[in-house]
């Protein structure tokens, strides 16, 4: 089955400095969302990107289908930012509902 | 406009029990997913509804169960309940059955003692 793949595992930054997240997958998808769990556990959407460029505020996404690869870009970032960032794909042509997650980056911000 | 709701918020069950979570989706959405996250094993998909039926189910034993009513909303069965049944279980909505973004709620987390 299709493999998810999401680097680094962890990351420590001080307030205020960049991060990239990146998410590889190992099949063509059909669907492609970044989340970020907050400490109680719900998954807040933060991009649904199955192809190109997004941008919300301090953070953005690109896609790159045909190289099978996601990235999360944070600017600035804040220590509100910590948590777990995961990336989920749906995969194959026809809809399964299914998204496979990968393992997630667990962000820490230091203040 | 209100989120995915899910209830209740914590579950406290017995080994051998029976549990039920109950989900709404977003209004307007059709379709409804069930999402595990157990400790070490990451988040694992459960069930889809859309209109009523089940369309698709993840590798889960059939004690895991669940129905979607006319008003859309959600409720997942976990039967005979066992201590590795303890984890975090997320409800998603979206639009319909096509390819949509899933948007989810905050989670019911259910302990098996």
């Known amino acids: 089955g299709i493999q998810v793949e999401q680097s680094p595992p962890d990351l420590i930054l001080q307030e205020g400095a960049n991060s990239t997240l990146r998410c590889n997958f190992s099949?063509?998808?059909?669907?492609l969302q970044w989340f970020h769990q907050n400490p109680w556990g719900q998954l807040i959407n933060l991009f649904y990107?199955?192809?190109g460029t997004k941008q919300n505020g301090r953070l953005s996404a690109t896609t790159v289908a045909t190289e099978r690869y996601s990235l999360l870009y944070i600017s600035s970032s804040q220590t509100t930012d910590s948590g777990v960032y995961f990336c989920?794909?749906?995969?194959?042509?026809?809809?399964?509902?299914?998204?496979?997650f990968g393992q997630g980056t667990t962000l820490q911000v230091k203040p | 406009e209100a989120g995915v709701t899910q209830s209740p918020t914590h579950l406290i069950k017995t080994r051998g029990q029976q549990a039920t979570l109950r989900c709404s989706p977003i209004?307007?959405?059709?379709?409804v997913y069930w999402y595990q996250q157990a400790l070490g094993l990451g988040l694992q998909f459960l069930l889809w509804?859309?209109?009523?039926?089940?369309?698709n189910r993840g590798n889960f034993p059939p004690r895991f169960s669940g129905r979607q009513f006319p008003n859309y909303s959600s409720e997942l069965n976990v039967n005979a309940l066992e201590l590795e049944d303890s984890a975090l279980y997320l409800c998603?909505?979206?639009?319909?059955?096509?390819?949509?973004?899933?948007?989810f709620g905050p989670g019911t987390r259910l302990t098996v003692t």
């Open positions: 209004s307007g959405h059709t379709s």
């Open positions: 989920a794909v749906g995969v194959g042509s026809s809809n399964t509902g299914k998204l496979i």
């Open positions: 998603a909505s979206s639009l319909d059955y096509g390819f949509y973004e899933q948007y």
């Open positions: 509804y859309d209109e009523g039926e089940e369309r």
């Open positions: 990107i199955p192809s």
């Open positions: 099949d063509s998808v059909n669907n």
